[in-house]
């Protein structure tokens, strides 16, 4: 890893807000169709300009997100920000196009144990199904991003060989697949893993654009941030009040706090056009409305701009 002295991060970054749909699927009290959108144009009030709105699974394995389809009719009249959904298959691909959706997110586990799980079928399985949501994107106009799962490492199988990712990367170009994020979805990364697994692929796969997508279930999330910004990494995920979590990975916690995220970076002066002050509001919030927030750091302590009075000389005893 580079040293600080030398170091060369990126000026600007977009991140993007996953909890209408990471942060929301992790809650197993209903959480009104209202109270989503407030939350959601709340966010849209704090500069971010990237969202998963939603996923459309099938509501009997996500209760959470039945209400995927009025979720994003009613967030259309939101201007600036580019919405994407999760899609698990191809009739989950045809109910996002039919509701407007334009960038649809595939789901894909690194392992088969976490597939298994997940999606009830192997990788390779999975990744076999994938072609008609492709032909079905192409004939609506509708981008396809591409997601890994537990990249960094699986509860069921351990650290994932960096040659099962090649192989999945490969898998993917094959499809005309451009993005992909990688997902540390239980929190098992390290900086030092972040970095080698990294340089490995963008060298391997110049030409990609990999996005990390951080849980911050060890408290090691913004280090692996920082690890990728050393790549050069410009897109990360993140859920406003640290919320979410895979309810198909035990011990699975929330993702990075985006106000913790947004802090970092503008401690460093990078760059991600989110204002700070109105998204830590926003936390606070959805704090209120969820009853509970993730982990965040920002809720807690506040920011490093937010200083206290000083302290005065008391009278001395005696």
């Known amino acids: 890893m580079s040293t600080l002295t030398n170091l060369e991060l990126p000026a600007k970054v977009v991140i993007c807000e996953v909890a209408p749909r990471d942060g929301f699927q992790a809650e197993n009290e209903w959480i009104p169709t209202e109270d989503k959108i407030k939350i959601i144009k709340k966010l849209a009030g704090t500069g971010i300009q990237s969202m998963e709105i939603t996923s459309f699974v099938h509501p009997k394995a996500i209760p959470q997100l039945r209400d995927a389809e009025e979720v994003v009719r009613q967030s259309q ?12 298959n191809v009739k989950g691909a045809q109910r996002a196009i039919d509701v407007g959706i334009k ?13 298994i799980s997940n999606a009830n079928c ?8 994938f072609n008609p949501i492709f032909e079905l994107a192409a004939k609506h106009g509708v981008k396809v991003g591409g997601s890994i799962s537990v990249a960094f490492g699986c509860p069921y199988e351990g650290k994932v060989p960096l ?19 990688l997902a540390d979805s239980t929190g098992m990364a390290n900086p030092r893993q972040v970095y080698e697994t990294l340089g490995a692929l963008k060298a391997n796969f110049p030409t990609m654009t990999f996005s990390m997508h951080l849980h911050n279930t ?22 406003i009040a640290g919320l979410g979590g895979c309810p198909y990975a035990p011990g699975a916690t929330g993702n990075i706090a985006s106000e913790d995220l947004v802090h970092a ?7 991600t056009g989110i204002n700070l002050e109105e998204l830590i509001k926003t936390a606070k919030y959805v704090k209120q409305v969820i009853g509970h927030d993730g982990g965040s750091y920002m809720l807690q302590a506040g920011p490093c701009s937010q200083l206290h009075a000083k302290p005065k000389i008391q009278e001395k005893l005696g």
Not at 103 to 115: F, Q
Not at 265 to 271: A, H, N, R, T, Y
């Open 163 to 181: 040659e099962r990712l090649a192989h999945i990367v490969e898998r993917y170009i094959n499809l005309g697949i451009e993005e992909i994020s």
């Open 265 to 271: 970076f503008s401690e460093m002066g990078i760059e």
């Open 103 to 115: 960038k649809l997110k595939l789901m894909l586990s690194a392992t088969d144990s976490h597939s």
């Open 77 to 88: 009249d939101l201007a600036g920000i580019a919405f994407r959904a999760l899609v698990p």
């Open 122 to 129: 192997l990788t390779e399985e999975a990744m076999n199904g």
């Open 218 to 239: 060890r408290g090691m999330a913004l280090a692996n941030a920082f690890a990728a910004l050393e790549h050069g990494i410009t897109h990360f995920d993140s859920s």
